[in-house]
């Protein structure tokens, strides 16, 4: 069964309003959850590492003022769409990872779980 | 993540071994291979990982030459579910970077 879960999988919005993406982990706690979009026929493009407790990180060229995440909790990650505009319409993904892994821990080769995806459509 | 080549595109027939390569010549000694696909609409399903050894698990077996710098993903009977875009991935790390992947046919 699913480890990471997203919510809603669908949602429209009109264009100037925001909507908000939840990501939990099911099975375990995470420290650390990822975001990331893709827009249609192209790969999944990392957008910003969400931190417990703390800032989140983005990639370069990902505006912190329109995409907002909170990682209020070891097991939700939300992120938020401000402003919504039609070009901001895409698949959201996140994945997760265990907090038993720890910061500064060698990577020993987990199994990444991602969620199942949520559909924006602003309109 | 070390940078990973994949063919764009492959068909397969139904029944068949469904071979999947992967180029990773720039690995390093610590990142693992991981594969994924994804059917449409849908979030990445982890299909397999591995760092040195072969792997085989219910879905699929991971080859991984000598050197490493390639791996093979074999789907032992394809079907027409398996129709989907599988990615290789190369990490030493739960932050992943996805190229194009590969999309694979499965034919009757």
């Known amino acids: 069964g699913a480890v990471v879960s997203q919510h809603p999988s669908r949602v429209i919005c009109k264009s100037g309003t925001s909507v908000k993406i939840e990501c939990r982990s099911l099975d375990f706690q995470a420290t650390t959850m990822f975001w990331y979009r893709q827009f249609p026929k192209q790969s999944l493009m990392l957008m910003a590492t969400?931190?417990?407790?703390?800032?989140?990180?983005?990639e370069q060229g990902v505006e912190k003022d329109k995409f907002l995440i909170n990682h209020a909790s070891l097991t939700l990650s939300t992120l938020t769409v401000t402003s919504a505009h039609p070009e901001d319409s895409s698949f959201y993904i996140c994945s997760a990872q265990p907090t038993t892994t720890g910061t500064g821990k060698i990577f020993s080769g987990n199994t990444i779980y991602f969620g199942e995806g949520s559909w924006l459509t602003v309109v | 993540d070390a940078k990973t080549t994949q063919p764009p595109s492959m068909d397969c027939a139904e029944g068949r071994a469904a071979n999947l390569p992967c180029n990773h010549s720039?690995?390093?000694?610590?990142?693992?291979v991981y594969w994924y696909r994804q059917i449409h609409s849908q979030g990445p399903q982890y299909i397999i990982h591995g760092l040195k050894n072969n792997e085989t698990n219910e879905m699929a077996s991971l080859i991984i030459t000598e050197d490493r710098k390639s791996s093979t993903l074999i789907l032992p009977h394809a079907t027409l579910r398996d129709t989907a875009v599988y990615y290789c991935?190369?990490?030493?790390?739960?932050?992943?970077?996805f190229g194009a992947g590969t999309t694979v046919t499965v034919r009757a």
């Open positions: 720039t690995i390093s000694g610590n990142e693992y």
């Open positions: 969400s931190n417990e407790g703390s800032k989140a990180t983005y």
């Open positions: 991935i190369a990490s030493n790390d739960y932050k992943l970077s």
